[in-house]
């Protein structure tokens, strides 16, 4: 007896002290957040969305990337929660959004990127706020590109937010041009049945549907339906976490237009996007019964 109590003492040391690592940093985060936006630490990684009919770069997503000093790179999915707390967030989509948008101008000029657009992640709560609009457009005109070259990808309680605020707000962006797509699509909150009221352009299919696809009669149904409905709602649909030809193969009998994942590209900086997303990319639609 006197040993279970031990070790149930134990134990509660240990999670006390997982929880007091985990608030610590946490903590430390947020304060080397602060420096590293004040020092421009915050970089930007693009992965292509590629048009699976024509092979095309159809997109690049920027992903904010934060490399510490110490620490090393920091996990977008780590960093990004702690940014939305710490009221950090507009301050990280400033940086990436700027930065990228000047990417996205000398990419442009390339040949294999002459039509591609760039797609910015946004939370659901940002795109509602109504002071959004006005200073992405006042930052897309001082780029140099156009709103039509933007898509902006929601993520979050879609569905959760004030449902006229946030129409309102998609509309004054589309009405500029830019697109806006629902970001992992299938995840969290969803109600089919407002997806429609909502004047969408395109919606992603999340990670975690297409992951199951190769072996997963459940999840390849899931994936088929979801096709289905983006078509039938006149909806592009994007298929997100394509690592292996065979997912490919499988989205786009479905009827899957877009495709992004580590088979085409991961992440990568502008300079490496320049001289190698094209080469992976043919490779990998040659290697489909697409081409
Ligand atoms: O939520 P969103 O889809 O924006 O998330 C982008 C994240 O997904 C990035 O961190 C990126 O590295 C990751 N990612 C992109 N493509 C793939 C893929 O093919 N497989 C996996 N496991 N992760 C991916
Ligand atoms: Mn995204």
Redesign the pocket.
């Known amino acids: 007896m006197y040993e279970a109590k031990n070790a149930g003492g134990n134990r509660f040391a240990l999670h006390d002290r997982k929880l007091s690592e985990g608030l610590h940093r946490r903590i430390l985060l947020e304060r080397k957040l602060v420096h590293a936006l004040a020092d421009d630490k915050i970089s930007v990684a693009y992965?292509p969305i590629v048009d699976l009919n024509d092979g095309g770069v159809h997109a690049v997503?920027a992903?904010a990337c934060w490399h510490d000093d110490e620490l090393g790179p920091i996990?977008?999915?780590e960093f990004i929660p702690i940014a939305e707390a710490a009221g950090l967030i507009s301050a990280v989509s400033v940086s990436a959004f700027q930065q990228s948008m000047r990417g996205l101008c000398q990419l442009r000029q390339e040949p294999g990127y002459l039509d591609t657009r760039l797609s910015l992640?946004l939370s659901v709560r940002q795109l509602a706020n109504e002071a959004l609009a006005p200073g992405l457009i006042k930052m897309i005109h001082e780029a140099g590109i156009l709103p039509e070259h933007i898509e902006f990808?929601a993520?979050g309680g879609f569905f959760q937010t004030d449902e006229d605020t946030l129409i309102d707000q998609i509309r004054k962006l589309r009405d500029t041009g830019a697109r806006i797509s629902v970001?992992?699509f299938g995840t969290g909150y969803s109600s089919l049945s407002r997806l429609k009221k909502y004047p969408l352009d395109a919606l992603?299919i999340d990670?975690s549907f297409v992951?199951g696809i190769d072996h997963d009669e459940a999840q390849r149904r899931l994936c088929a339906v979801i096709v289905e409905l983006g078509n039938a709602l006149n909806i592009l649909v994007v298929g997100?976490?394509?690592?292996i030809n065979i997912k490919l193969n499988i989205l786009s009998d479905y009827g899957c237009s877009f495709g992004?994942?580590?088979?085409f590209s991961?992440?990568l900086p502008l300079s490496d996007l320049l001289n190698q997303g094209q080469l992976n990319i043919a490779k990998a639609l040659r290697r489909t019964h697409l081409h």
């Open positions: 992965q997503e992903l996990p977008a999915d992640n990808e993520t970001d992992d992603k990670r992951s997100e976490g394509i690592e992004q994942g580590y088979l991961r992440p």
